[in-house]
């Protein structure tokens, strides 16, 4: 066997996440190894605890990244907030309401389920119904920005509701983070996870996250051990905890949390409400193109993420292969649909960094090209123009 050194391709990485990573990061992340117990990588760590603060806009002093994907930012939140027994309303419009769903189900929660059409928002009302027919209930769980249909859901109004209720709420928002508005301590979220790879454009493998002062305090009366031991908080804030003695639970994923560090410094040189509007400008901007194309948005206008944009495959056209010739003439990835929206729609993400001017109009550009040459009568370059027209009146770049 001949095993050389392993080379990937340059690609663009506009599909549900990864996203691009800039080269900055990439550069922090190949910085020497230190030891995680060295004050100078604890320094490192209070100032990441300090940037989420800010990308999650709280004061959470429970507030760090989980070693893991979002899948464990996620279990983190179930594992260490539901004792058997407890009553989880589980909002589901998409994957990952079933991935929580599966989790409440695991910690031997009793979940209740509202569901939604997959492409719609969570609906406040249904939520509300739920609690009052299930008044013992103790938390909700929802996703804030559903990477399955590219459906935002209203997080003010369903934490709420949640509180209204006597429930805490825990709020996916993975996607969400980074690519549009969330304020948790404005909206009240009581415990909140998210990943690296989509809108903070880092690499994969790190889950932030923050519970607030509810959730804590419901966490400390658990009369039960925590089942993880890996994911048990109470462990972990004694490595994480500010003045804590810090104390090894883990050998922390060193490299990538210095490219945490540097993502979330870029976040903040640029700006929180810049990023948002940013992915915002952008997207438009895709979208003058998509419609040129006559390529139809899965979700209604006015729950629409900027960063997932899921579209309707046309008429006749095979929607594998056209991924396929993007990614082999364009090295351009985009996603498939999934669910119940295989076969039927792509999903085009619009993630941090991967969310420019140039990633917009080389996308319409292929998209433009492989349609046309499919056969589906499209005159060329017709989608790139119009989003240079919508740059030009926005006078954006
Ligand atoms: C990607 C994603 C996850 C899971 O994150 P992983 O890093 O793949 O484990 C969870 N929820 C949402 C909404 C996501 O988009």
Known sequence: MNIQSFTPP?????????????????????????????????????????????????????????????????????????????????????????????????????????????????????????????????????????????????????????????????????????????????????????????????????????????AVERLKKRSEPVQSWFLDLNLLVGYWAAGAKRAYHHTAPINSLYALHEALVMLREEGLENAWARHRHHHLALKAGLETLGIRFVVDAAYRLPQLNAVYVPDGVDEALVRQRLLNEFNLEIGAGLGALAGKAWRIGLMGHTCSKDNVLLCLRALNSILSDVGLGIQSGAAEAAARTYYRQTNGN
Not at 101 to 128: A, I
Not at 161 to 174: M, P, T, W, Y
């Open 10 to 214: 340059n690609r663009i990485l506009m599909g549900p996440g990864p996203s691009n990573i800039h080269p900055r990061v990439l550069k922090a992340m190949g910085a020497p190894i230190i030891g995680h117990l060295d004050p100078v990588f604890i320094d490192m760590m209070d100032e990441l605890k300090s940037l989420l603060q800010y990308a999650f806009q709280t004061r959470n002093a429970l507030t760090m990244p989980i070693s893991g994907p979002g899948s464990a930012g996620m279990e983190a939140c179930f594992v260490n907030l539901v004792q058997p027994d407890d009553k989880v309303v589980v909002c589901r419009n998409g994957v990952f309401g079933s991935r929580m769903l599966e989790n409440v189900t695991r910690t031997r929660g009793r979940p209740v389920v509202v569901d939604d059409t997959w492409g719609e928002p969570v609906d406040p009302q249904k939520l509300d119904d739920a609690l009052k027919a299930n008044p013992d209930a103790q938390l909700v769980a929802f996703v804030h920005a559903e990477t399955s249909t590219g459906a935002c859901s209203d997080v003010a109004t369903l934490v709420e509701i949640a509180h209204r209720h006597g429930c805490l709420a825990i709020v996916d928002s993975v996607t969400a983070l980074g690519g549009s508005p969330l304020k948790v301590d404005e909206w009240g979220v009581d415990a909140i996870y998210s990943g690296t790879q989509k809108c903070l454009s880092c690499v994969p493998g790190l889950a932030p996250l923050s519970f607030n002062e509810a």
